[in-house]
């Protein structure tokens, strides 16, 4: 008898009968990475994102990720695993909240910079995007005689002002993944492995930022962790991360961060796409991404400037 096709089999086929690409960002679980035609962070999946020449993009990540690859491909069909995958920055600024910010402050002038954390509406509202990967770079870009105000990540935020020195107004939101590592958990895991660098990401707290040896997007914590001499890393992020580094750095050791409360660090959101529904989105074509023109329209601006300024 000949065996029933397995589901990375009929996903594999499915994708070459819609002529989709898979984007996938790092914090997938490792079936979605080992599948994915690219894996990346923030930035390089917009990039992937504009450049693909497929019908179909199939977006393994959160909300806002395969809004992004939308906007900035309005004839493309954008799918995407479970249309619940949220992010709880994203949900710290309603686009509403801003507008009545701005609209308030109108006498400020600010240059809105908008971490890409966040929703078509959002972006809408803002001047310029950027990722983690590019936030130094955006900010250190924007118009010197204007305030700028910073939304939605106020750790993002923060990091940015310390390396670029630059003032920002700050929006209140946060990762509610990243908030959970604490000074205590990170210092108890540096005691069990005296020798590991400490890499977190910018969405981490001042006081974990602090005990780092290097703060960085996902992407960059690949490079970072290749070129170190250093033997093992703990790895301060959401845990879908070290599946990444041990696959593309296998030499080396990576260490999960703790939490406050728990070994690693899971993202609900992340978490909710799995090998079934990458199957059924591609099957069906739905959950798809749509929004309104006139909002795509005024999103996308913003998202150019950034790929443009991030070259
Ligand atoms: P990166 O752009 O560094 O991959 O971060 C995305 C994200 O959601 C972090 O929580
Ligand atoms: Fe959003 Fe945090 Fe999840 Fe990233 S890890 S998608 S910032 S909730």
């Known amino acids: 008898a000949v065996a029933a096709p397995s589901l990375v089999d009929e996903i594999l086929r499915l994708k070459k009968e819609r002529n989709a690409v898979i984007l996938a960002h790092n914090y997938q679980s490792r079936e979605i990475q080992e599948l994915a035609d690219f894996v990346g962070d923030s930035l390089g999946l917009s990039y992937k994102a504009k450049e693909t020449d497929a019908d179909v993009i199939a977006f393994c990540g959160v909300h806002f990720m395969a809004e992004t690859a939308k906007i900035v491909n309005p004839n493309k069909i954008v799918v995407l695993p479970d249309a619940n995958a949220g992010c709880s920055l994203e949900q710290s600024c309603p686009a509403p909240q801003l507008e009545q910010f701005l609209k308030v402050n109108a006498d400020k002038n600010y240059y809105v910079i908008a971490y890409i954390n966040c929703s078509g509406g959002v972006k809408a509202l803002s001047d310029c995007i950027c990722t983690s990967g590019n936030a130094v770079k955006i900010v250190e870009a924007a118009p010197k005689d204007r305030p700028i105000l910073f939304v939605p990540d106020q750790n993002l935020g923060s990091w940015v002002m310390e390396q670029t020195g630059r003032k920002m107004d700050l929006w209140k939101g946060a990762c509610y993944v990243h908030v959970e590592f604490t000074r205590d958990s990170i210092n108890g895991i540096k005691e069990e492995y005296p020798d590991a660098k400490v890499v977190a990401h910018p969405e981490c707290t001042y ?30 992020t959401e845990s879908g991360m070290l599946h990444r580094l041990r696959r593309e750095v296998p030499d080396k050791t990576f260490i999960e961060g703790p939490t406050g409360h728990c070994r690693c660090a899971d993202c609900r959101y992340m978490k909710m796409n799995t090998l079934q529904k990458l199957h059924d989105c591609l099957k069906d074509l739905r959950p798809q991404v749509t929004m309104p023109e006139d909002v795509r329209k005024k999103a996308e601006k913003p998202i150019l400037r950034m790929l443009e300024l991030s070259k």
């Open 207 to 236: 006081a974990v930022r602090m005990l780092a040896d290097e703060v960085c997007s996902t992407e960059k914590m690949v490079h970072y962790c290749r070129d170190n001499p250093a033997k093992s890393f703990i790895i301060v």
